[in-house]
């Protein structure tokens, strides 16, 4: 029997988001059916309603997701009815290839299913995402939330946590190693808490001198503003590892000789050409790597999520009604929050 379910979609290009009532699939017995909570906008959800990529209509948003287990099938052995989950960019993947077995879903060789704008790989049905009040997800796709981490303001790490933490990790980021950040927004202000949680000394490039002090309170050790010439100039072979959260096309060379020796930029915010093209001097003589990383895995997902339990880091939130959805949007165009919007999918009901 299939699940009824009430969201709000995008039912064309650059539409409005308006109330719609869709069916998901009957859950099977790896599946956990789960009443969302909460779910934060992401960048890319207003590039899927916007049609700046490949959107198939109508399309409900949403891949950071927080709820609570309704139901469970008869396999699921890691969660029960009650349960508080989460659940990202991503609800399957092939589970057989190279980066699968790795536990680096996101880069399955099939191409990983989608949390929204996608298909179920055995029934084929749409996958619809988390502006809903109700999702079925596979076990192993789904996400235990530490006893103690505030809900709302978890629901970001499901995306711009995980986008960060995963190059943290994989670029082994530990204390004392020197981190930068490129740009203070939903990716940027997870990036600076993270890793100063891991203990970095962290700094932020910015081309607001405005930014500063949220900066500092966010964890970074100091700013460095990439329009002075001389502050950039004195920053030359000084980082380990660079976050370039950017989500446009820029200039990243006046950035790639701030890098170390071995130092590595990589990008997470951009996808695209990049102009001006790379100049490769920079790289050749200083063996230094442009890089770039998408979301993580499920296992290094639930790595960050107990790494935040343990240390008390969530995101700053601003909630607001499902209602105000296409409001908040407007305001993300203009960087006007601080630093990732939240639903409260309460407000579902008042539709």
Avoid at 52 to 60: K, R
Wanted: charged share 20%; proline share 4%.
């Amino acid at each position: 029997m299939t699940i009824k379910v009430s969201g709000y979609a995008a039912e064309r290009a650059k539409a409005p988001l308006t109330p719609y009532h869709f069916e998901r699939r009957e859950p099977r017995a790896d599946d956990v059916l789960i009443d969302i909570l909460y779910c934060g906008v992401c960048h890319s959800d207003l590039h899927h309603v916007n049609a700046d990529w490949n959107t198939t209509y109508p399309v409900v948003p949403g891949h950071e997701i927080i709820g609570k287990v309704i139901s469970v099938g008869n396999s699921v052995s890691h969660f029960k009815e009650g349960d508080y989950v989460g659940v990202g960019c991503m609800v399957d993947s092939c589970q057989h290839c190279n980066p699968c077995k790795q536990g680096l879903e996101q880069y399955c060789d099939e191409g990983m299913t989608p949390t929204y704008n996608g298909a179920d790989r055995h029934d084929h049905m749409p996958t619809y995402g988390g502006y809903s009040d109700k999702i079925v997800v596979s076990e192993k796709f789904v996400l235990k939330i530490p006893q103690g981490l505030d809900l709302k303001s978890a629901a970001p790490l499901l995306c711009a946590g995980i986008t960060t933490w995963s190059p943290l990790r994989h670029w082994n980021v530990k204390q004392g190693s020197r981190v930068a950040v490129v740009g203070l927004g939903g990716l940027g202000h997870m990036a600076i808490k993270l890793a100063k949680g891991l203990g970095a000394q962290v700094t932020l490039f910015t081309r607001s001198p405005s930014k500063e002090q949220d900066a500092l309170d966010l964890g970074a050790d100091k700013i460095i503003l990439s329009t002075d010439a001389k502050q950039m100039a004195a920053a030359k072979g000084e980082f380990d590892l660079i976050i370039d959260t950017v989500p446009y096309e820029h200039d990243i060379n006046p950035y790639v000789t701030t890098l170390t020796i071995n130092g590595t930029l990589v990008l997470v915010g951009f996808l695209g050409d990049l102009q001006p093209t790379i100049n490769s001097a920079a790289l050749v003589l200083g063996r230094k790597t442009v890089a770039g990383s998408v979301i993580g895995g499920i296992a290094e997902t639930q790595e960050m999520l107990d790494f935040c339990g343990k240390h008390g880091i969530t995101a700053d939130v601003e909630m607001i009604n499902m209602q105000d959805i296409d409001n908040a949007f407007k305001r993300m165009l203009k960087s006007d929050v601080k630093y990732r919007f939240v639903i409260d999918m309460a407000s579902l009901k008042k539709s």
